[in-house]
């Protein structure tokens, strides 16, 4: 199946440190979503974006909605301990989800 | 949120055996689910679409005679393994399609996974 390009593979930060993340497709996605899943958990959503060039915040998190419909990017502020896990993009289109390949980020004091 | 359950968490069986997991809506109706395949350091793989009352469509590469999906229920759709084999080991996770709050904004609102480990 298919699956979107997502850089870095992987991070290792300090803690306070801001991160940034970035999914990129061949084709155009309605919507666009950010996750995080701890080991042997689900995926949380943390962030949906539903328009073109659409900015959104929640909390410490920022993401994008590209303008081409074809790429999101993630940032996170002044990260801490408990930001560590793997991130994972998808772009939805007619309910489906198509996933990222991920992002594991680790933080060390 | 919604909340969707999964069980069981985690299963061990024999190969050749069948091994049947349930995914509920626990507080919404759910007309689809999906079910996604995840291997050890890999991105979650849709396996296929299940809707109330009908056929699941399976994606591509799945064999719908192996992962047979039940989705009888606004509330319950079932995924069973049948014959499993060791390279079947995986997280199997489901989702939920629900209503998220905002007019007009669905999501997908995911379990909380099963390990099954084929022996």
């Known amino acids: 199946g298919q699956q979107l390009n997502q850089s870095p593979q992987s991070m290792f930060i300090q803690e306070g440190e801001d991160v940034s993340m970035n999914c990129t497709s061949s084709?155009?996605?309605?919507?666009w979503l950010w996750y995080k899943q701890e080991p042997g958990e689900g995926p949380v959503l943390l962030i949906a974006?539903?328009?073109?060039?659409e900015l959104t915040s929640n909390g410490r998190l920022t993401a994008q909605f590209g303008i081409t419909r074809k790429d999101s990017f993630l940032n996170i502020s002044a990260s801490i301990p408990s930001d560590v896990g793997i991130y994972f993009c998808?772009?939805?289109?007619?309910?489906?989800?198509?996933f990222g390949t991920g992002t594991r980020l680790q933080v060390t004091l | 949120g919604a909340v969707v359950s999964q069980h069981p968490s985690r299963v061990i069986c024999k190969s050749g055996t069948s091994v049947k997991i349930e995914c509920r809506s626990l507080?919404?109706?759910?007309?689809?689910m999906f079910w996604y395949r995840q291997f050890p350091k890999q991105s979650l793989m849709l396996m296929a679409t299940?809707?109330?009352?009908?056929?699941?469509?399976?994606e591509q590469g799945v064999e719908k005679d192996k992962f047979l999906i039940n989705h009888a229920s606004l509330t319950l759709s079932t995924l069973t393994v049948t014959s499993a084999h060791p390279e079947d080991s995986s997280f199997y996770i489901c989702?939920?399609?629900?209503?998220?709050?905002?007019?007009?904004?669905?999501?997908?609102?995911f379990g909380p996974g099963t390990r099954l480990t084929v022996l």
């Open positions: 998808a772009g939805s289109l007619a309910s489906k989800l198509t």
């Open positions: 974006l539903y328009k073109a060039g």
């Open positions: 507080d919404f109706q759910a007309t689809t």
């Open positions: 989702s939920a399609w629900g209503l998220a709050g905002g007019p007009g904004h669905n999501e997908q609102f």
């Open positions: 084709s155009i996605f309605n919507t």
């Open positions: 299940s809707n109330e009352g009908s056929k699941a469509t399976y």
